[in-house]
């Protein structure tokens, strides 16, 4: 069964340090892969994605995330975290089936400290 | 500005009573889907239309209905709401079926008491 899992719940990071937000997926065949950001009351908005190409993809806000196939993860990254980060972050992969779907992770709240 | 819309953005109902969440996109996208979600269970899909009169079932229909009589217009209707369709929706367009990338808009919080 295809799947995206986000081990963690919850992220803190202080502010001006590095973040990761981990995704793994599990799809037969290439996956199509994307990070949304939910900021409060808000609707998710889309920040990058992975198609075919360099691992590393580059994204709004200074987002990055880095496809590795090996270990199935495609991890979003920001060299230096801002308070204004802190939001609800997805991962989610295309369905193979049904191109029209996406299957998202439960969500991981990303929290940066002053 | 390009943007999907829903209303109403909260709303709290009573088992049963019939209700309908209008969902709205100025980007001329063919296609548009609901999720809803849930703690502990990210976003799942409910519907999706891949043009007009063209509607099918996601993941979770279940006591949902849609109909797309409009490229732009996808509302999503409750005909008998139950407190397990408490939830927070999102109404989603991009602009094909071939399209990787869908825009979301900006929530409806839904309670059924």
């Known amino acids: 069964a295809q799947s995206v899992a986000q081990p963690e719940d919850q992220v803190n990071v202080a502010e001006g340090n590095p973040l990761t937000v981990k995704c793994t997926y599990s799809v037969s065949g290439n996956p199509y892969l994307f990070w949304y950001v939910q900021y409060p009351n808000r609707g998710l908005q889309f920040l990058l994605k992975y198609i075919t190409g360099d691992n590393l993809v580059k994204g709004s806000y200074g987002f990055e995330a880095e496809f590795n196939k090996s270990q199935t993860s495609f991890h979003l990254k920001k060299p230096s975290a801002l308070v204004s980060d802190s939001a609800l972050y997805f991962c989610a992969v295309r369905d193979i089936r049904n191109t029209d779907k996406l299957i998202f992770g439960t969500g991981t709240r990303l929290q940066v400290f002053p | 500005e390009a943007q999907v819309t829903q209303n109403p953005r909260y709303l709290i109902t009573v088992t049963g009573k019939k209700l309908t969440v209008t969902c709205s996109q100025n980007m001329n996208h063919e296609y548009m889907s609901w999720y809803r979600q849930d703690p502990g269970l990210g976003l799942r899909q409910i519907y999706y239309?891949?043009?007009?009169?063209?509607?099918d079932k996601g993941d979770v229909p279940e006591g949902y209905k849609v109909s797309r009589k409009e490229k732009r217009n996808f509302p999503l209707i409750l005909e008998s709401p139950s407190p397990n369709q408490t939830s927070l929706y999102f109404c989603?367009?991009?602009?094909?079926?071939?399209?990787?990338?869908?825009?979301f808009g900006p929530g409806t919080r839904l309670l059924v008491l």
């Open positions: 239309s891949m043009n007009v009169e063209v509607t």
């Open positions: 989603a367009s991009k602009q094909s079926r071939a399209a990787e990338t869908q825009y």
